[in-house]
């Protein structure tokens, strides 16, 4: 058993060990990639954790992202509080809203869970703007802190990881197996007993938490916070396609479609400056025709046919 | 798969032959070009202003010196060459394009990004491989701060206090002329800027004397804006403030004109100034206060504009316009005044010298920020003329609105 459980964890603590020690390689063009990557490695993964096994895609990505990095940015420039202290509540009020929407949707089936996670971000965005406007004020949010890039990208690679323990955690529980039955037929999932609801909530809840504290850590980084560039419904959608490129029903599938995507799409803007959205377009149309599985399951696919 | 890559290999060589004949077309010059980076807007919510705004300065800019024979630098006339990237509006995206024109183009100097956000986030690359940046787009509060952390970090077109004194003083001044009385009808967009110019204003104007009638916000993006201009009208002020974004202003403008609002000050915030504004609502504008304002009388101010609109076709707006373009002037004399590329040598010209724009002349006080700026502007007979400054000294005094005809 132990011996298993050292199996599966080395390459993870390989790699762990790799991405940490870029930072002392380069500290310039390659690192600023290495973050941006490792933020969509912490949000896809954290994502696929909940919209992997229950099929439902989530669009609340920029929600709860948005509150992780305004809540810093108004902590530290209108209270003073320190970055460290917002960090810690971001992410605790992400979680808590993220539990109201999950038991105000999730027992709404499909759709309509996807189209309100659509408009959640921009709810949020008028929320805040609301509660700035007529009850506490403004002096643009400054997050002006001592942090380089490296230390951003050290904090985001620490949040990945604890994403993919957390993440095989969860699929090796009851919970885990809950979901999947759940993703496969909520009706039987339903018939032997499960509360299909709450399991639901609870891994929502989880993905809310991760967002928003990636939200936090990345604020510093923007060093100036406005609702309509964190509460991006870009992001959500970003998020989104990265999982599905690299395949939602691995752990790791996301993040083998995050770090080739990221590399493409570096490529095409220093190609193709003028047109860039055109061929984020253009590579949304061609994964969903060409690997709607994923690498995941491109590579599961061409392992079966080599084992024929 | 093999037919994958195939696609992949034609699009890269597709790319690579592009580059190739840029690459010919700059080395047909006799000297290397001194390259610089600009991370613009092309796509996203912000692309509207930088379209206006920045990149046809830049364009009209590299064309007037390339026309020169380029900038004398090391004994020789180099031509400039303008390497642009499009961030899409996204922070993440602009600091990674600045990295990159850092580090892989190593570009020797680099033009500041449209928007106070922007100019933030970009700040600590700019600072950490020394690029002078003389920023325009971005009005705060926190220069001393910013420019503490800084140091190689400029400002060009003000303050926020600045601008909501300069509306203040504008309203003072109609007052004690006897052209308005004291109510004020005052709405804001409920986004960051907006909220923190009616922040300002509310106990400045208090302050002053006005009373406010009239007090409402509406939130970013609001199509139907009649409920405002409908209210503001109820509250019958004598003049109407709007700290607006560009969609809300010609929004509010339209609703007013469909409403009559009767007011002698009608004063819009951002967009104001801009062509496109004139050029939609026509007559029915004079008299319009908005933020922003220039001289138009100088003859450099006239020549700026009218080869502006020769050679990119566009006319220049009546505010940050003619800023951007002479931050770019700050720049190309400060280069040709160290001589060599030098950066950390050129941010400390830029500390210790002043410079002849098409605004007149520009030096930074302790802080690094220029204190000389137009706040509020008035339309006249198509001209987007300034009535209030700071340390600018020649704007003429606001005149009452005459009804929407």
């Known amino acids: ?308 | 798969m093999t037919y994958k890559l195939k696609r992949r290999a034609m699009v890269f060589g597709a790319g690579a032959a592009l580059g190739i004949s840029t690459l010919m077309t700059s080395t047909a010059l006799a000297a290397e070009p001194i390259k610089f980076g600009v991370v613009a807007h092309l796509t996203g919510p912000l692309a509207g202003g930088e379209a206006v705004t920045h990149t046809p300065n830049i364009e009209f800019w590299a064309n007037q010196v390339n026309a020169r024979g380029g900038l004398k630098v090391d004994g020789e006339m180099r031509p400039v060459e303008i390497i642009t990237y499009d961030d899409k509006t996204n922070p993440a995206e602009h600091i990674k394009a600045v990295q990159r024109l850092a580090t892989q183009d190593e570009v020797d100097f680099m033009l500041s990004p449209y928007g106070t956000g922007f100019n933030i986030a970009a700040a600590p690359i700019y600072a950490k491989y020394n690029y002078p940046l003389v920023a325009v787009s971005a009005i705060t509060d926190q220069i001393p701060t910013l420019t503490k952390r800084f140091p190689n970090m400029f400002f060009t077109l003000g303050t926020t206090s600045g601008f909501v004194e300069g509306v203040r003083d504008t309203l003072v001044t109609m007052r004690d002329a006897g052209t308005i009385g004291n109510r004020v009808a005052m709405v804001n967009v409920a986004d960051a800027f907006g909220i923190e110019l009616a922040d300002k204003a509310r106990p400045m104007l208090a302050e002053a004397g006005f009373e406010i009638v009239y007090d409402k916000s509406y939130p970013l993006g609001t199509p139907d804006l009649s409920p405002v201009i409908k209210g503001a009208k109820n509250a019958e002020p004598d003049a109407f403030v709007a700290w607006s974004y560009p969609p809300d202003t010609f929004g509010l403008t339209e609703q007013a004109i469909i409403e009559d609002l009767n007011v002698k000050v009608f004063y819009t915030a951002v967009a104001t100034a801009f062509p496109a504004y004139a050029g939609k609502f026509g007559a029915k504008i004079e008299g319009n206060i908005g933020a922003g304002g220039v001289n138009p009388d100088t003859p450099i101010m006239q020549e700026y504009r009218t080869n502006h609109k020769a050679v990119t076709g566009k006319e220049a707006d009546y505010w940050a316009s003619a800023t951007y373009y002479s931050s770019l002037q700050v720049l190309e004399q400060a280069i040709e005044g160290v001589g060599t590329i030098d950066r950390a040598a050129t941010v400390e010209f830029i500390k210790t010298n002043s410079f002849d724009t098409v605004i007149g002349t520009i030096s930074f006080d302790e802080n690094n920020n220029s204190e000389r700026y137009w706040s509020v502007g008035q339309w006249r007979d198509g001209v987007f003329r300034a009535v209030a400054d700071t340390g600018m000294g020649d704007s003429v005094s606001a005149v009452a609105k005459d009804g929407w005809n």
Do not use: C
């Open chain 1, 1 to 308: 058993m132990n011996r298993i459980v050292t199996y599966k964890l080395a390459p993870g603590v390989l790699l762990l060990a790799a991405a940490a020690v870029l930072p002392l390689v380069s500290d310039g063009y390659w690192l600023s990639i290495a973050t941006t990557a490792m933020m969509y490695i912490a949000l896809s993964t954290s994502w696929a954790l909940f919209s992997g096994p229950t099929h439902l895609i989530a669009l609340s990505t920029g929600a709860f992202f948005g509150i992780g990095g305004y809540l810093v940015g108004t902590g530290m420039s209108d209270y003073d509080q320190s970055f460290w202290t917002m960090a810690q509540i971001a992410p605790v009020v992400a979680t808590a809203l993220a539990l109201l929407v999950g038991l105000a949707t999730l027992r709404l089936s499909g759709v309509y869970f996807v189209i309100f996670t659509l408009g959640l971000a921009e709810m949020v965005r008028n929320l805040v703007s609301w509660v700035q406007n007529n009850f506490l004020g403004s002096r643009g949010l400054y997050v002006l802190t001592d942090f380089t890039e490296a230390h951003i990208y050290w904090m985001l690679l620490a949040v990945a990881a604890v994403v993919f323990l957390a993440g095989s955690w969860i699929n090796q529980s009851r919970l885990g197996f809950a979901l999947r039955i759940i993703g496969n037929d909520e009706e039987v999932a339903r018939h032997v007993g499960i509360n299909t609801a709450w399991s639901k909530v609870i891994l929502f809840m989880t993905t809310g938490f991760f967002a928003a504290l990636v939200g936090a850590i990345v604020a510093p980084r923007y060093s100036y916070i406005e609702p309509n560039v964190v509460f991006s419904p870009e992001l959500s959608f970003m998020v989104v396609i990265m999982a599905l490129l690299g395949g939602v029903h691995r752990l790791w599938g996301p993040l083998v479609g995050v770090i080739p995507f990221t590399l493409a799409w570096e490529a095409i803007t220093v190609s193709f400056p003028n047109s860039t959205t055109l061929f984020l377009g253009l590579s949304f149309l061609l994964i969903v025709y060409l690997i709607p599985h994923g690498f995941t399951g491109l590579f599961e696919t061409m392992l079966g046919r080599m084992r024929k």
